[in-house]
Nanobody, 120 residues
Framework: QVQLVESGGGLVQPGGSLRLSCAAS????????MDWYRQAPGKERELVAG???????NYADSVKGRFTISRDNSKNTVYLQMNSLKTEDTAVYYC??????????????WGQGTQVTVSS
């Protein structure tokens, strides 16, 4: 069994910062891509940022220059540093990862989500 647990969401004013974390646990052999998605009310879930096991990153145009994704492979954890937050960044943020686990093989896993609200 593999679990992804996000933390770090909350309420912040426009222009503020938050740092999200997502820790993977279970009988993990390896993790390849780790991504952050978000879903705002009434909208489709969208990819925000991704990072490969080697550290190659990609970002949605809407967050380039403001958000930074990083990972600590020794802790099976991915981070999302969010700066210069805007009201349109308000959403539930989800962690996603491709995980290879003992006896389970390679599978895709989602976290439960963490709410980020940007409001004055």
């Amino acid at each position: 069994q593999v679990q992804l647990v996000e933390s770090g969401g909350g309420l912040v004013q426009p222009g503020g910062s938050l740092r999200l974390s997502c820790a993977a646990s279970g009988s993990i052999v390896s993790i390849s891509a780790m991504d952050w998605y978000r879903q705002a009310p009434g909208k489709e879930r969208e990819l925000v940022a991704g990072i490969t096991s080697g550290g190659t990153t990609n970002y949605a145009d809407s967050v380039k220059g403001r958000f930074t994704i990083s990972r600590d492979n020794s802790k099976n954890t991915v981070y999302l540093q969010m700066n210069s937050l805007k009201t349109e960044d308000t959403a539930v943020y989800y962690c996603n990862a491709w995980v290879t686990a003992l006896y389970l093989g390679r599978r895709n896993a989602w976290g439960q989500g963490t709410q980020v609200t940007v409001s004055s």
